[in-house]
């Protein structure tokens, strides 16, 4: 029963986190010792204490709960606390072994340690206990890299949840990096963005259109990953190459380049791009620009 309510699926209608903290702390002031309102409310609080605090009577309330160590495990490794996420992690696999999440956890935290042949070997468990997991095969595929067993991985992952955004934004991430079956590429990314309008592979179909040589579609894709992610600066430099590629547009690309100087000064990408795009205007005598 605990499981069917968890995690939940979106924020309050209408009032985003507050709101759905609001909510859930009134639950919680009817209902003090529900495990799962305050394992909600842990997933929702924004300030680090007080979460932590409501992970922790998640467990004291329903220590058998598999779900509330694997979340809390979760959580600790966001904040940068491996070990004790670790610890978290393994008591959600003793609770639970027929899990996946758990060992897809743990991948990822050796993963960001470094140890890749330990996040293998715990991806590969993952997906060995539970073959229904596509997280697992997807994390299999990044672990992978741009190969054909990671490609592999991805697919199985689409046939196991087609009509998840990421998964067919990381298949044509694959075919992309590796220079191959461009149009499967195109199509993926235009079916995660079909999937999730918000989805940020609409920046690498703007590179696979600029790769075919279809730069008007791809500088609308780029327009498009501006609105979505303002904050980006990758969308802005391509588009503001591509500009200076055109000729007679560089003081489009000028423009284009102010806006990512202002997001990010010290990104290396926006300091060549404005390289590139002060060389030709000086090469064009255009010193004022």
């Known amino acids: 029963l605990l499981?069917?309510?968890w995690p939940p699926a979106?924020?309050?209608?209408?009032?985003?986190?507050?709101?759905?903290?609001?909510?859930?702390?009134?639950?919680?002031?009817?209902?003090?010792a529900s495990p799962v309102l305050n394992l909600h409310?842990?997933?929702?609080?924004?300030?680090?204490?007080?979460?932590?605090?409501?992970?922790?009577?998640?467990i004291d309330l329903a220590p058998a709960w598999d779900e509330a160590h694997g979340e809390f495990g979760a959580y600790l490794a966001q904040q940068g606390e491996r070990e004790e996420a670790r610890k978290m992690l393994q008591a959600a696999m003793r609770l639970r072994p027929s899990s996946a999440r758990p060992l897809i956890g743990l991948a990822r935290l050796a993963a960001d340690e470094g140890d890749a042949e330990a996040a293998l070997a715990e991806a590969e468990r993952a997906a060995e206990v539970d073959p229904g997991a596509a997280e697992a095969q997807a994390l299999l595929g990044e672990l992978l890299g741009s190969t054909a067993e990671g490609e592999a991985a991805v697919r199985k992952a689409m046939d196991?949840?087609?009509?998840?955004?990421?998964?067919?934004?990381?298949?044509?991430?694959?075919?992309?990096?590796?220079?191959?079956?461009?149009?499967?590429?195109?199509?993926?990314?235009?079916?995660?963005?079909?999937?999730?309008?918000?989805?940020?592979?609409?920046?690498d179909l703007g590179l696979v259109l600029q790769e075919r040589g279809d730069l008007k579609s791809a500088a609308r894709a780029y327009v498009s990953m501006i609105e979505v992610y303002p904050a980006d600066v990758r969308p802005r430099v391509n588009l503001?190459?591509?500009?200076?590629?055109?000729?007679?547009?560089?003081?489009?690309a000028s423009r284009q380049l102010t806006e990512a100087w202002k997001l990010d000064p010290q990104s290396p990408q926006v300091l060549q791009a404005t390289y590139d795009v002060v060389a030709a205007h000086v090469r064009q005598g255009d010193l004022q620009g």
Do not use: C
């Open 3 to 5: 499981l069917e309510w």
């Open 10 to 32: 979106a924020a309050a209608p209408g009032g985003g986190v507050e709101e759905s903290v609001n909510r859930t702390s009134e639950a919680i002031s009817v209902d003090p």
């Open 41 to 58: 409310m842990a997933y929702w609080q924004p300030e680090p204490e007080k979460a932590r605090a409501h992970f922790q009577r998640t």
């Open 160 to 203: 196991l949840d087609p009509d998840n955004p990421a998964w067919h934004h990381f298949l044509g991430t694959h075919l992309a990096i590796r220079g191959i079956k461009l149009d499967e590429a195109e199509a993926a990314f235009r079916t995660a963005i079909k999937l999730d309008p918000q989805s940020p592979a609409v920046y």
């Open 240 to 252: 503001a190459l591509m500009m200076m590629s055109q000729g007679g547009k560089l003081h489009m």
